[in-house]
T-cell receptor, first 116, second 111 residues
Framework: GAVVSQHPSWVICKSGTSVKIECRSLDFQATTMFWYRQFPKQSLMLMAT?????????EQGVEKDKFLINHASLTLSTLTVTSAHPEDSSFYIC????????????FGDGTRLSIL | QKEVEQNSGPLSVPEGAIASLNCTYS??????FFWYRQYSGKSPELIMFIYSNGDKEDGRFTAQLNKASQYVSLLIRDSQPSDSATYLC???????????FGSGTRLSIRP
């Protein structure tokens, strides 16, 4: 149980393109989803927390207009990187958690984004 | 002081031995504690979670929690080369909805 599907796995695109990443909880309802970014050999960095039906809460230093998060249902959250530039190239990982807040977060497989 | 602290390693352990990974946390009111394993280039994978003081065993893994000392550990018995990875300790604080991750300990099992 507790499967989180993230799509796509890899994206390579030109600078200035907007990229959408989907995160789905397949066998449970995810009231809260989290988006992380990880640069090579560095720690996970939380970008934002989203609750179904409400606006995402962004961490300090994360541009909300650049990283658009939508959590429209209990099983789907999307992250859109708008007008991506090479410095946005990174490994983006979503995680989802069920209703009870003391439950573990389960991670998707991640999306490797490369901006040329 | 970081909220969740781990020794970055690398921790090198011979195959078949016990690997001991440690983590301390600053929020005394924390209630939920998690261990994740992350292979290079992959996303984290949940190994164990523990909520109560004491030991919790699952196969070759044992999580140990001591809330008085604000300390949580992960023991891996009969270490295998496939256990070589970065191990992330994560703690849910008393008031926050998110869990806080440590920076991880890199474990290397040498044959």
């Amino acid at each position: 149980g507790a499967v989180v599907s993230q799509h796509p796995s890899w994206v390579i695109c030109k600078s200035g393109t907007s990229v959408k990443i989907e995160c789905r909880s397949l066998d449970f309802q995810a009231t809260t989803m989290f988006w992380y970014r990880q640069f090579p050999k560095q720690s996970l960095m939380l970008m934002a927390t989203s609750n179904e039906g409400s606006k995402a809460t962004y961490e300090q230093g994360v541009e909300k207009d650049k990283f658009l998060i939508n959590h429209a249902s209990l099983t789907l959250s999307t992250l859109t990187v708008t007008s991506a530039h090479p410095e946005d190239s990174s490994f983006y990982i979503c995680s989802a958690r069920a209703l009870e807040s003391n439950q573990p977060q389960h991670f998707g497989d991640g999306t490797r984004l490369s901006i040329l | 002081q970081k909220e969740v602290e781990q020794n970055s390693g690398p921790l090198s352990v011979p195959e078949g031995a016990i690997a001991s990974l440690n983590c301390t946390y600053s929020d005394r009111g924390s209630q939920s504690f998690f261990w994740y394993r992350q292979y290079s280039g992959k996303s984290p994978e949940l190994i164990m979670f523990i909520y109560s003081n004491g030991d919790k065993e699952d196969g070759r893994f044992t999580a140990q929690l001591n809330k008085a000392s604000q300390y949580v550990s992960l023991l891996i018995r009969d270490s295998q080369p496939s256990d070589s990875a970065t191990y992330l300790c994560a703690v849910k604080g008393s008031s926050a909805s998110k869990i806080i991750f440590g920076s991880g300990t890199r474990l290397s099992i040498r044959p």
